[in-house]
């Protein structure tokens, strides 16, 4: 289910994943923290003609252009409009590096595979082609997002 799990020892069951939780608007959503390079606070991108809606442009990344996806606008929410709380999550799929725009990071996980659970069947087919699972944590609902859909060259034929 993850790409890079952490087996357990002792008592616990399970294949375990540490995950990095963050807010899009009023939603949790998370990524496996081993696809994650790093998080930086929020810098304004140059756009990129005829860009998909959903790419903010390109930062400078210690001499490397980094695309920037406005995650909200990715999964269907109005555009990230960035505050002193927006971050960039660098992310690597692959061979590609490219920054996710989201309104702030809340949390770092530590789940085992029986936390999460399959999108629900209601959910639309491009949902789940961006969710991975969705999991009950502490009265909250996070979401796992599927890095390697995010950007329309990676998308797994499913």
Known sequence: ?????????????????????????EQEFCV??????????WTQATPL????SYVNGVINLRGAVLPIVDLAARLG???????????IIV????MQLFGLLVD?????????????QPTPDLASDLAKTFVRG???IEGRMI?????????PQFQSAA
């Open 1 to 25: 289910m993850f790409r890079h799990p952490r087996t357990t020892t002792g008592a616990t069951r399970g294949r375990r994943a540490s995950l990095i939780a963050f807010c899009i608007g």
């Open 32 to 41: 496996d923290i081993m696809s994650v390079r790093e998080i930086r606070g």
């Open 49 to 52: 003609p005829h860009a998909p």
């Open 77 to 87: 929410f109005p555009r990230t409009v960035p505050t002193a709380r927006s971050v």
């Open 91 to 94: 992310v690597r799929v692959e």
């Open 104 to 116: 702030a990071v809340s949390d770092i996980l530590t789940i085992t595979d029986e936390l999460l």
């Open 134 to 136: 969705v999991m009950a």
């Open 143 to 151: 979401s796992l997002i599927a890095t390697d859909n995010v950007l």
